[in-house]
């Protein structure tokens, strides 16, 4: 079965930077669509950033300009580089492949504070 394993979650400062790693097995990144979505409690899952097939990239009206969703498709790995972190950040950010009713990863927590 399609596995998703995301890494590189943390506790940063504001103004600081993270890279999620998302590694995937049985699926080829390059020719899926693939996204990062985040979570806080009791809020809806969200939209960060997406790829498509074609590699078409959306972002999140919130994180444009910061962060940049890219892929590596020798490492079948998808990334998220987040800069300029704001508190407002901090949440469970999770690696997806297929859209809301595809495939999930475990999440990974983002802490964004002083």
């Known amino acids: 079965q399609v596995q998703l394993v995301e890494s590189g979650g943390g506790l940063v400062r504001p103004g600081g930077s993270l890279r999620l790693s998302c590694a995937a097995s049985?699926?080829?990144?390059?020719?899926?669509?693939m996204g990062w979505f985040r979570q806080t409690p009791g809020k809806q899952r969200e939209l960060v950033a997406r790829?498509?097939?074609?590699?078409?990239?959306n972002y999140a009206d919130s994180v444009k300009g910061r962060f940049t969703i890219s892929r590596d498709n020798a490492k079948n790995t998808m990334y998220l580089q987040m800069n300029s972190l704001k508190p407002e950040d901090t949440a469970v950010y999770y690696c997806?492949?297929?859209?809301?009713?595809?495939?999930w990863g475990q999440g990974t927590q983002v802490t964004v504070s002083s």
């Open positions: 997806n492949s297929g859209g809301m009713a595809g495939t």
């Open positions: 049985r699926i080829i990144v390059r020719i899926y669509p």
């Open positions: 790829i498509s097939s074609g590699g078409g990239i």
